[in-house]
């Protein structure tokens, strides 16, 4: 939940195992973070460097709120637990997200049955998405469908950016255009998602939260 002491958190996801594009975007759009008119606090993670497992199926994460096999991902549950705001930023793969973005998914999904006690819990964090490929029509959209029945599963509210430019999320490639060229004009279409996440947190996010706790438990 929101609070006065450190305002709405922001969590920033760079799903790709490289520290390239993703993460360079990532670091952009946060940059802008402390123009927003309310305080927040934004934590970056990235998938670089780190080890998440797939599932394997054994539905021991319910019991055990996700602690089952030992490498990063309970860390990274843990923050997007307490985040208000989530954003991520991907690589396309194979037209698609990439596999460890899909095992944080899978864990995910699974693992907050357990936590929240509850069959299907209202996160209703705010989730907005940048995909970045190296074609264009390389699958960009396919990726962000991807992160946006993940986020409708999650009882979350996908946000779009607020152009024409940026529909279902702020997407381009990097390889059909100058490079540099195609990454600043991503970090344009992403500070727009980033603002309209703003807006949509600071509407949206709350008042849901405040009519669910007066009908149900969260
Ligand atoms: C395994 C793999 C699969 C890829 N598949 C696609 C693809 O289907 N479509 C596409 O446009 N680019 C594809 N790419 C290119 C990357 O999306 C592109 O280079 C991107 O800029 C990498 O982002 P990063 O620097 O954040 O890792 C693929 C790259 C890799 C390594």
Not at 103 to 115: A, E, W
Request: hydrophobic residues 40%; proline residues 4%.
């Amino acid at each position: 939940m929101p609070n006065e002491e450190n305002g709405i958190q922001i969590l920033g996801i760079g799903a790709s195992l490289r520290k390239g594009n993703s993460n360079y975007l990532l670091r952009r759009v946060f940059e802008s973070a402390s123009e927003l008119p309310f305080p927040t606090s934004v934590k970056i993670v990235t998938l670089h460097g780190k080890k998440i497992h797939p599932c394997v199926g054994c539905y021991k994460c319910r019991e055990k709120c996700g602690s089952v096999l030992k490498d990063d991902f309970q860390e990274l549950f843990l923050k997007w637990l307490s985040s208000d705001v989530v954003i991520y930023s991907t690589p396309v793969y194979h037209m698609s997200i990439p596999g460890q973005l899909k095992c944080f998914f899978d864990r995910l999904g699974q693992s907050v049955t357990g936590y929240c006690n509850v069959r299907s819990a209202r996160h209703l964090k705010v989730v907005g998405t940048i995909v970045q490929g190296a074609h264009t029509a390389g699958g960009e959209e396919f990726a962000a469908l991807n992160i946006l029945q993940h986020s409708v599963l999650m009882n979350c509210i996908p946000v779009s950016g607020d152009g024409w430019e940026s529909y279902i999320c702020a997407a381009g490639s990097t390889k059909n255009q100058n490079t540099l060229d195609a990454m600043e004009k991503l970090v344009i279409l992403s500070l727009r998602l980033h603002f309209a996440l703003a807006v949509a947190c600071c509407g949206a996010r709350q008042k849901l939260l405040q009519l669910l706790s007066a009908v149900a438990k969260p």
